[in-house]
């Protein structure tokens, strides 16, 4: 037993001599160090899980250090203005962002540019489709893993995907609590200088759109909330659309996805502390939120609610495009109108969870979170 264990520890040290790329700051070392240890003491995790894990560390900082090369060699320029979507996990903001992101005045990071994004390739080369197809064995590998996952959140090579990848490349991301108990990382996270990560967030757009710039990123990642300060020291222009639903609703989902996703890289995951962390980590975030949107106007800021969004999707955008003065024309319209239409056709495997599964009942969710 002491030897299958030992053999799914990770080595920092080890991970960093099979990457042969220049890393740039050494912002990196300390939440590596962190992230290794919590993995290693606290997560539980499989051979499996391990494999997974430093697979995942090894890309991101791989990716980073490619990051890192391109954006040194490139003129200092503009980004494009930001608009990120936020709100708790299991909010609707996929299914905001996705309408969205119709408009071709937006462009958002898609999953295999998160994945492979350098050298930049042009759009229908075969440079970009064998990437798409590496994108699509790596989710295929994690679909086999992890049972239903696309019932609940369903992730496609070519579609945008949520920054916490993109804050992967700092090493600060969520995602990793996500895969495995990490509760002295999350605790780091919450206590670090968030501003690193948008660092790192700037340089990958700022790659990005050395390729094609467009007239507004679109952005989206429940993370963000609670880091509008941070967001704003490295974007000053950029704008947030807050979408609120029940945190009675959201709170068991996230928890739910979570337990989901950990089933394929650990053997047992404890639903009532992965209840208590969850709700403790998002009312942190939000109780920032509160304290930072105050100083925001309602031309950077805008409040939606999930309830009238689910209602009346169409109005809701109207509303998002006239508040922050966006163009929104005829066939914009249109194509919004059928998507809406077809998601409604579009029925998912219905997600079942309970509060109390996570040891967590309304009224504590309610007086902390709404």
Not at 112 to 134: A, D, F, H, Q, Y
Not at 142 to 161: G, M, Q, V
């Amino acid at each position: 037993v002491l030897i299958a264990r030992m053999s799914n520890l990770l080595d920092a040290g080890k991970l960093l001599q099979s990457l042969s790329v220049d890393l740039g700051e050494d912002d990196y070392q300390e939440p590596l160090h962190i992230l290794i240890q919590s993995l290693n003491e606290e997560a539980n995790l499989t051979y499996f899980g391990k494999l997974a894990c430093e697979y995942q560390i090894k890309k991101h900082l791989s990716v980073r250090g490619q990051i890192f090369q391109k954006s040194r060699s490139l003129p200092n320029s503009s980004i494009s203005r930001p608009v990120f979507v936020i709100g708790l996990p299991r909010s609707g903001t996929t299914f905001l962002f996705n309408l969205l992101s119709i408009d071709p005045d937006h462009r958002s990071p898609l999953f295999w540019e998160m994945m492979n994004p350098l050298p930049l390739c042009k759009s229908g080369s075969i440079t970009e489709k064998m990437r798409v197809i590496r994108s699509k064995a790596i989710l295929f590998s994690k679909n086999r893993f992890i049972s239903k996952l696309d019932d609940i959140h369903a992730i496609k090579a070519t579609s945008p995907e949520e920054c916490l990848l993109i804050k992967g490349f700092a090493l600060r991301s969520i995602l990793y609590f996500y895969m495995a108990n990490t509760p002295s990382y999350l605790s780091y996270l919450e206590n670090s200088d968030r501003t690193v990560s948008y660092l790192w967030h700037r340089r990958f757009l700022k790659v990005l759109q050395s390729g094609y710039k467009p007239k507004r990123w679109l952005l989206k990642d429940p993370s963000h909330l609670g880091n509008l300060d941070e967001i704003l020291s490295i974007y000053p222009d950029a704008c947030f659309i807050h979408i609120h639903r029940d945190p009675a609703e959201t709170i068991p989902s996230i928890c739910s996805l979570t337990s989901q996703v950990r089933k394929g890289f650990t053997d047992h995951t404890d639903l009532n502390e992965l209840g208590k962390k969850t709700l403790d980590f998002w009312e942190n975030s939000k109780q920032k939120n509160e304290a930072q949107k105050n100083s925001l106007n309602n031309d950077q800021y805008m409040d939606i609610y999930y309830d009238d969004f689910i209602k009346s999707p169409l109005q809701t955008i109207e509303a998002i495009y006239a508040n922050f003065n966006f163009s929104f024309d005829e066939k914009i319209k249109e194509l919004v109108e059928f998507n809406i239409e077809k998601s409604v056709k579009t029925h998912k495997e219905k997600h079942i969870y309970t509060l109390e599964e996570y040891g967590l009942d309304k009224k504590e969710v309610h007086n902390r979170l709404q």
